[in-house]
């Protein structure tokens, strides 16, 4: 049967604060904040099955309630696409285990429930949605445990949140994301917000990365002259704080922007723990703006979408710590097992409107203050950051690295 969309087939998320959002899940609901993460299909929430590695108290944790997914379910078969997996019985649930680049990890199983979503028009929907019921978390990297209760799986895949929403037709399979570099932003599905014009657009294309959005070949270049690095696969990825760039590719960007440092005044910071790649000033640096007149802009043309750009000015790729030193937040992916992927982390997609158009099979984007909501009936909820406005769900939270 066909689906007929109209523009109330839409969802508008405002962002406070960092990157996650609040979900209602359950009956009666409870909310639950999650990393929006568009480089994984799997949502999950922290779980008391009992829980191992959970960071939240026992009173903030999923507690599933005989809605388990059987392991004949098509769902887990793509949960499971590419690895080995056996379904012994039908009766059998359907576990799973999630990996990030950071080494941080979460296994559990697979429940079914109900979704509290509120549509642009004011309608109630309570789609019955699959999603992880984590029981054991791990975090071994050098950042703190995520302060959310999970990961909202935005990716391409069967499983993602967007898809299973498209599959039910509620909404087109289309995000978009505004991630202010002060905090803050905005998230929608459906195409109601894609402006009508300005949109860089980029083709999608197939990989062995089936799962997450890739584009390319696109070529790296420096203060607007060819690198040399061409032919670049990119992954987006709104879950991933830092930017991961291949041994090859690292070490090319971190050669010209050492060459272009020579002669002012930023000396290495060795004792800065926070990265491995920093400089120091005469005195401390309190924001990137401190710092930026020092650096080149990078940018990536598309040579096969008539070279079309992202730009990446150094607000992009660099980070300042609590001690004052600037520091590259680019990372050399080959070193955490990323092997010739590059990934397109947060930082570089701030302030900017990012579409994954997963209808017309493209990604694009274009500068924009992501401060400003689109013109959208706030209901009198203009400003308020919250659980309990009326109108929204409202993101929220703390964005750790994940890949």
Known sequence: MPLKWNVFSNFFFPICRYYSVSLSIGNPPKLFELDIDTGSDLTWVQCDAPCTGCTKPLDHLYKPKNNLVPCTDPLCSAIHSGGSFQCESSNDQCDYEVQYADDGSSLGV????????????????????????GYDQKNPGPLPP??????????????SFISQLQTLGIVKNVIGHCLSRLGGGFLFFGDHFIPSSGISWTPMIRSSLEKHYSSGPAELLFDGKPSGMKGLELIFDSGSSYTYFSAQLYQAT?????????????????????????????????SVSDVKSYFKPLSLSFTKSKNVQLQLPPEGYLIVTKNGNVCLGILNGTEVGL???????DIFLQDKLVIYDNVNHQIGWVAANCDRLPNVDRDNNEGLCQPFATNYVILDGHCPSRV
Do not use: Q, Y
């Open 146 to 159: 995520p302060s959310t209760s999970g990961v909202l799986g935005l990716g391409n895949g069967k499983t």
């Open 339 to 345: 092997g010739n992927i590059e990934v397109i982390g």
């Open 110 to 133: 697979l429940v079914l429930d109900h979704f509290l979503l509120k549509l642009m028009n004011g309608s109630l929907l309570r789609p019955l949605m699959a999603f992880g019921c």
């Open 254 to 286: 971190l050669n010209l922007i050492r060459k272009d440092l020579s002669g002012k005044p930023l000396k290495d910071a060795p004792e800065e723990k926070a990265l491995s790649i920093c400089w120091k000033g005469a005195k401390p640096f309190k």
